[in-house]
């Protein structure tokens, strides 16, 4: 539920088919309301970048999604100059729109919260 990008109902809701049912045409309703997708990014593309895991994340992906979401970056940086969101074949589609970026974010907060847990330890001689 906690994570380290906050706090996620998804989990819960993806194991029941009742909620599931609910809450997806919300969300997909809601992602496709908030406009990222016809600007040409992906949802991962919006996480805030001043933090320290997420930089930590950005710094582990392979040459080419770095060179991706760069692209990704200067295209939609274009269409907010025009003042135009980019044509209707260059929108991100749903199935496009993968969270490529959360694994990494998540695994560098694990080995942050294990490397907490090492630097606290005590050592303490036998008598």
């Known amino acids: 539920m906690f994570g380290p990008l906050g706090i996620s109902l998804a989990p819960q809701i993806s194991k029941s088919r009742t909620l599931y049912r609910w809450f997806k045409p919300i ?3 809601y992602a496709q ?3 990222y997708r016809q ?4 949802y991962d593309d919006l996480l805030v970048e001043e933090r320290e895991d997420v930089q930590k994340a950005i710094g582990r992906l392979t040459p080419r999604e770095a060179y991706d979401r760069i692209y990704r ?3 939609a940086s274009q269409a ?4 135009k969101n980019l044509p209707k ?3 991100v589609k749903p199935e496009e729109d993968i969270r490529y970026l959360k ?3 998540e695994e560098v907060s694990k080995e942050d919260t294990e490397r907490a847990k ?3 330890v005590q050592v303490q001689r036998k008598r």
């Open 103 to 105: 694994p990494h974010v």
């Open 80 to 83: 907010s100059v025009l003042h």
């Open 33 to 35: 309301t908030a406009g």
């Open 89 to 91: 074949e260059q929108w």
């Open 118 to 120: 090492w630097d606290n």
């Open 39 to 42: 600007m040409g990014l992906k």
């Open 27 to 29: 969300a997909n309703w």
């Open 73 to 75: 970056f200067r295209i």
